[in-house]
């Protein structure tokens, strides 16, 4: 099965595209350069703002033609082709494909909220195509929305970005019940929480630092922790440039960090399992 790793928190502003799109590169080099017979990523933006979109292909004024909104007004038995012709190659990587997100997702959650098996729109067509890529990345909205349940039910991984501001354990424990109520109430048996990721860490802030080892030590979210981005301008100047902050600058200490996340997803790729 073809891991699918969503990036989710109903927070905004912690870093949820940046992760989903340099985890999707990184994925991408790494199963290259070790030599895998498929290094192809699968970015999928259900963000109608588009971020991800923007930074990864230089383009943000995809429609009701070439984007996820066509795949989701498409009617069922053509929805996996509809997927496979809207997916476009990104600038940063020929391996790195993505299905762009459009302002017309907004729309379309008004559109299919009382239509029947809605929250399957994207998981049914992603399962006929999956198996082309080597992993399959989803940035999501900062909301529990139906693009987001949408997003979850057709993951295999979720990962919680958060910034260390946001690390209240009340808060992250909503968060994390909520995947699990969409896990149990789908009967989506094949979802995990692969793991708490914080993001713009500042290690000369003592508040970081100490709601940072808090988290370590909180008997459940302390095991989920799967890795520490650091605070770092090359990664606002990754997006305003349209760069990957591998591309941007290999050596910055964001770059380092990423690489270190990408090579914890890439081991439990290739063991397909937890």
């Given amino acids: 099965m073809t891991r699918v790793f969503v990036l989710t928190n ?50 943000n004024d995809f429609g009701t033609d070439d984007s996820l909104y066509t795949v989701l007004a498409a009617d069922r038995q053509n929805a996996a082709q509809t997927l496979a012709n809207c997916i476009i190659q990104s600038t940063w990587d020929a391996d790195l494909h993505v299905l762009p997100a459009s302002p017309m997702l907004e729309g379309a959650e008004r559109e299919l909220m009382r ?22 990345v989803i940035d999501t909205r900062p909301s529990f929305s139906l ?32 995947i699990n109520d969409i896990r149990e109430g789908w009967r989506h048996p094949h979802l995990r ?9 500042d290690k000369r802030v003592r508040g970081h630092n100490h709601l940072l080892d808090e988290l370590k030590a909180h008997s459940v979210l302390g095991k989920l922790l799967i890795g520490v981005i650091p605070a770092n301008e090359a990664v606002s100047y990754a997006h305003h440039n349209h760069l990957s902050v591998f591309n941007y600058d290999p050596k910055a200490p964001a770059s380092r960090a990423y690489a270190q996340l990408v090579g914890t997803l890439v081991r439990r790729i290739s063991k397909g399992g937890a």
């Fill in 115 to 136: 239509v029947a098996g809605a929250p399957y729109r994207l998981a049914d067509p992603l399962s006929r195509i999956a198996g082309h890529y080597a992993a399959v």
């Fill in 10 to 59: 109903h927070k905004g502003g912690v870093g949820k595209s940046t992760s989903a799109t340099n985890i999707a590169l990184g994925i991408t080099g790494v199963l290259r350069r070790a030599g895998a017979s498929n290094s192809r990523v699968l970015l999928i933006d259900t963000d109608s703002q588009g971020h991800a979109t923007l930074v990864t292909t230089g383009r």
């Fill in 193 to 201: 929480i692969s793991g708490i990721l914080v993001t713009k860490m």
């Fill in 147 to 178: 693009m987001t349940e949408m997003g979850l039910i057709a993951a295999t991984d979720a990962i919680v970005p958060v910034e260390p501001r946001y690390l209240e354990t009340v808060g992250l424990m909503s968060v994390i019940g909520k």
